[in-house]
């Protein structure tokens, strides 16, 4: 692994009380702040501790490219670690991701390839292309988020035991949105491991099949439809999400994620991108429903600074619908 120092920037990040929104006394909402790795994004976590493995493996080495599928962020880390090695990266990413992060990802030096979101053609979703371009070439190093267990294994490692020693042990109820599961999966087994009562509810935009496949419904897959949300739930299940570590799942809208992000903004201070804002909505109306005392745990999986052209933008909310959540 390179030795630059941005590297040892990854992890450790602030946990926050966001006090303007505790819903009554002794009922609090905290977050931990991911934005504040390197790249922005929580994504830095999963990359550093499974490139280090590969490394281990012997199966990354100064020949090697690296190969990912990603909403955006995951590539990012992975384009910014693979320069810092000396190596080159590939990225498939779909054709959702905002501007500002495609910029990011070839930034750091990577080639990104952008796949549509509405192609009627299976291998043209971007994990899927993304391994079918690493089984072309033996220096091809697939990462593999959706399908290797060293994702949730590296928030299991990190976040999981980070947020643990931020709130003393005394965690009622955790709240993340799932894209891969890692997060929601290696935090919860943790989380778990500490106080089996800590709830685990996923926070699912509409239009993902997450919620309705936990819930049993036997069509889940009819629930799939577009969103604008950025890197949260997911449209087929993938290996990375542990359903059954969940106890409950809650639904956000664009709406709901898009209000709460510019809420955050404005009374927080805190620059957010979409699935975070959906994750704080669904921490809020948990947290309505508990008693005082309790504790409710979310996460910030990446910045605001991503979706300027988008949330932050008023010619885009006004055509997507969401003129009236501006301010002024
Ligand atoms: C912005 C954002 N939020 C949430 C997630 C979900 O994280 P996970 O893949 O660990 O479920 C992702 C993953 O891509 C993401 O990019």
Redesign the pocket.
Known sequence: MSKIEALKLIGNTPMVHLKTLDPKPGVEIYAKLEFMNPTG???DR?IQYMVQKGLDAGKINANTTLVEG?????AASVAMIASSMGLKSILFVPDKCSEEKIAIIKSYGAEVIVKSTSSSDPNDEYGVAAGIKASESEDYYYID??NSML??EA?YMTLGKEIVDDMNGKIDAFV???????????VAKRLKENDPNTKIILADPEGSINKPYFEGKEDYMSYKKSFE????G?TKIVK??DFDILDEAISFNDENAIEMVLRLARDEGLMV????GG?VWVALEVAKRMEAPAKIVT?I??SGF?YLSKMFNSTWLKEKGFGHLIAN
């Open positions: 994004s929580i994504k999963i990603s909403s955006g962020n995951t988020q959706f994702n949730p928030h993340a949105a799932g894209s891969t599961g890692g997060t929601i999966s290696g949300v950025e890197g949260a997911k990375t999400m991108g979409g699935s975070a994750n996460v999986p990446d991503k």
